[in-house]
């Protein structure tokens, strides 16, 4: 199968999971990569033009467009979302017997840490009553703001004030300097579906490192903002 056509498939496949399936994403734009620069940033374009909400997607493009060598930078970073520690780091920071449930679509991360909580469950853990919590994926994140399913933005505000803990999970590879951060602001929210909320909505905010302030993880994005993906035109 030519790569192009390969990348239609995963396409397709993508719409019906909630995070972006990288090994086979990084595989086309491995193959593409060796083909030419030109295959490789027509690939990236097409990809966030399906899916214009996925941070992970615009970091995973700027990563690619931006090594010196294409296919080893591909295949670093997809390694890099592969081994994100967001997942551990958020079953770690979850208190004890407080049950918890998602609000919107399930990224790997928080699919993660909720089987490692059930994992300590059955080793004896005592359990929690019913949903005491709730945990949200972003989407995407930029300066100060993070970008959300807009039915669970919606909810947010009035779960908060009835009292309701509500986490934000930003995984490895969502934070994306100001001018990606940009784009996909215009591209996703013409798009729809989705909603830009404060962190200060939050309860509190889950990365790589664990628990962060909102400055300390919104500000430290790790992917080029990449002139290839700025302002252009299908």
Do not use: N
């Not at 990569?33 to 990236?44: I, K, Q, T, Y």
């Not at 080793?123 to 807009?150: F, H, I, Y």
């Not at 930003?170 to 951060?181: D, I, K, N, Q």
């Not at 989705?194 to 962060?212: I, T, Y």
């Amino acid at each position: 199968m030519h790569p192009l056509e390969q990348l239609r498939y995963v396409a397709r496949g993508w719409e019906s999971l909630d995070d972006l399936p990288v090994p086979e994403v990084a595989q086309v734009l491995a193959e593409l990569a060796e083909d030419s620069p030109a295959s490789l940033l027509h690939a990236c374009r097409r990809l966030i033009e399906y899916f214009p909400a996925s941070g992970r997607l615009w970091w995973l493009s700027a990563r690619a467009l931006s090594a010196p060598e294409p296919v080893e930078g591909i295949w670093e970073a997809a390694d890099e979302l592969l081994e994100d520690p967001t997942g551990k780091r958020l079953a770690e920071a979850l208190p004890a017997g407080v049950g918890v449930s998602v609000l919107g679509p399930v990224a790997g991360a928080v699919a993660g840490a909720l089987r490692r909580r059930r994992a300590e469950d059955r080793s004896g853990r005592k359990k929690g009553r019913g949903p005491s919590m709730l945990v949200v994926s972003a989407l995407a994140g930029g300066p100060g703001e993070l970008l959300v399913q807009a039915g669970a933005a919606r909810q947010v505000p009035d779960l908060v004030g009835r009292g309701r803990l509500i986490w934000v999970v930003v995984p490895r590879g969502t934070v994306l300097p100001g001018p990606l951060w940009a784009q996909l602001l215009e591209r996703a929210q013409g798009a729809g579906g989705v909603e830009v909320v404060q962190p200060e909505a939050f309860s509190a905010l889950s990365g790589p490192d664990g628990l962060s302030g909102a400055r300390e993880l919104l500000s430290t994005p790790t992917c080029p903002p990449v002139a290839e993906l700025l302002g252009w035109r299908s």
